[in-house]
């Protein structure tokens, strides 16, 4: 089976940068997804890793390693509106399905 | 920039009954999803769809659920006899075919089942 750990939640603020960690069990490892959720509307994309190191697009960051099943979504300069649920989701094997962990709801403060 | 859309938005339906959520997929995707939410939890897979037959489903896929793609546009969920338990949210999703596998799945903004 698969087993995917996320905080519940954490509490940043305004302009501040904030670490988010993702760690996974599974076999078969075939790319890890971030998506952000913001309350009753869908999951839009935010990075994939597949290989080890560091991802950067813009404000966000993703890290990978492999060998350590680990995960780290980086915000800097956070902004209000990235109150939201930040979603690691893994895929496995040749499959194409997405298993999704419970998700860590961030907020930001002033 | 592309969408992946749902209808209805908004589904109420009494225990028993059957019920039908569409999705369009983008246009150029060839592979089909539906995960569901159930308030307060995790996005869960239910089945991907691809070349015209599912490709992999879950657990929650009983014989209660079905999945078509009656034409070239529309692909749609059937839950044939509801539950209390059905009662989430359900987003589909697509991406690009074969050979694009670091390319993200996109999700539409989800139905939102209740039932009754």
């Known amino acids: 089976g698969q087993n995917i750990d996320q905080p519940t939640e954490m509490t940043a603020t305004e302009g501040a940068i904030v670490q988010i960690n993702c760690t996974y069990q599974?076999?078969?490892?075939?790319?890890l997804f971030w998506y952000q959720q913001h309350a009753g509307e869908a999951p839009t994309f935010l990075s994939y890793?597949?290989?080890?190191g560091l991802e950067e697009k813009g404000r966000f960051s993703s890290f990978l390693s492999r060998s350590k099943g680990y995960s780290y979504l980086l915000l800097k300069e956070l902004q209000m509106k990235d109150s939201a649920s930040y979603l690691c989701?893994?895929?496995?094997?040749?499959?194409?399905?997405?298993?999704f962990g419970t998700g860590t709801q961030l907020k930001v403060e002033l | 920039e592309p969408e992946v859309t749902q209808t209805p938005s908004h589904q109420v339906t009494q225990m028993g009954q059957e019920v039908i959520l569409r999705c369009v997929p983008i246009?150029?995707?060839?592979?089909f999803y539906w995960y569901r939410q159930i308030l307060g939890q995790k996005v869960e897979f239910l089945v991907s769809?691809?070349?015209?037959?599912?490709?992999?489903k879950s657990e929650i896929f009983d014989d209660q659920f079905s999945v078509e793609r009656p034409d070239g546009s529309n692909f749609t969920l059937k839950i044939r006899s509801t539950k209390l338990e059905d009662s989430a949210m359900y987003f589909c999703?697509?991406?690009?075919?074969?050979?694009?596998?670091?390319?993200?799945?996109?999700f539409g903004d989800g139905t939102r089942l209740s039932i009754l």
């Open positions: 999703a697509s991406r690009p075919g074969p050979g694009d596998g670091n390319q993200p799945q996109h």
């Open positions: 599974t076999s078969g490892f075939n790319g």
């Open positions: 890793n597949v290989l080890d």
């Open positions: 989701a893994v895929r496995r094997g040749g499959g194409n399905k997405l298993t």
């Open positions: 246009s150029n995707h060839l592979y």
């Open positions: 769809f691809y070349n015209n037959e599912i490709s992999e």
